[in-house]
């Protein structure tokens, strides 16, 4: 998406972020990840994806917009975020196609995970980092094969 810049006439194109956080714990055989099935929502619809994630807003931190995201999608709060990179993708042919997103991991929360939009997630479970389902949202899989890994770099990129 372009906007023109009121100073000089030129077109620029528009950054969206955005902010996920993967839930972790550990589990019988190793670390687990809280992943949500996602249905109804128009994008990756039958992935699974970061149980919590969303747009930044206006004003909003990105980790402000975690924990937002976190109350709306899985009710929990008080949530604990340790930031693990910064993403910046293109997919080039669709009308937003520029984005910057921030992801976190959190390991204490107050609250069980539930399903809060059964409209836009039709499961939510845990996996075990290494032996996630499929499909997974691509660029979200590669954060988490970095988390697993212990190898993500504080800047990472997709699509390019």
Not at 2 to 23: I, K, L, N, S
Not at 58 to 72: D, I, K, M, N, S
Request: hydrophobic share 40%; proline share 6%.
């Amino acid at each position: 998406m372009t906007v023109q810049d009121p100073a000089t006439g030129a077109e620029r194109f528009v950054v969206v972020p955005a902010a996920y956080v993967f839930f972790l714990r550990d589990g019988e055989h190793g670390t687990e990840v809280l992943l949500q099935l996602r249905r109804g929502t128009g994008y990756m619809d039958e992935h699974w994806a970061a149980a919590a994630a969303g747009h930044v807003e206006r004003g909003e931190t990105a980790e402000v917009a975690a924990r937002r995201e976190a109350h709306e999608e899985v009710a929990v709060e008080d949530v604990e975020l340790t930031f693990v990179t910064a993403m910046q993708r293109t997919a080039h042919d669709l009308p937003i196609d520029e984005r910057v997103d921030f992801f976190f991991t959190a390991r204490s929360w107050t609250g069980e995970p539930r399903i809060v939009e059964p409209s836009k997630c039709a499961d939510l479970r845990w996996y075990r980092l290494d032996g996630l389902p499929d499909p997974v949202v691509p660029h979200e899989r590669v954060v988490l094969e970095g988390i697993r890994a212990g190898s993500l770099p504080a800047l990472t990129h997709f699509g390019f």
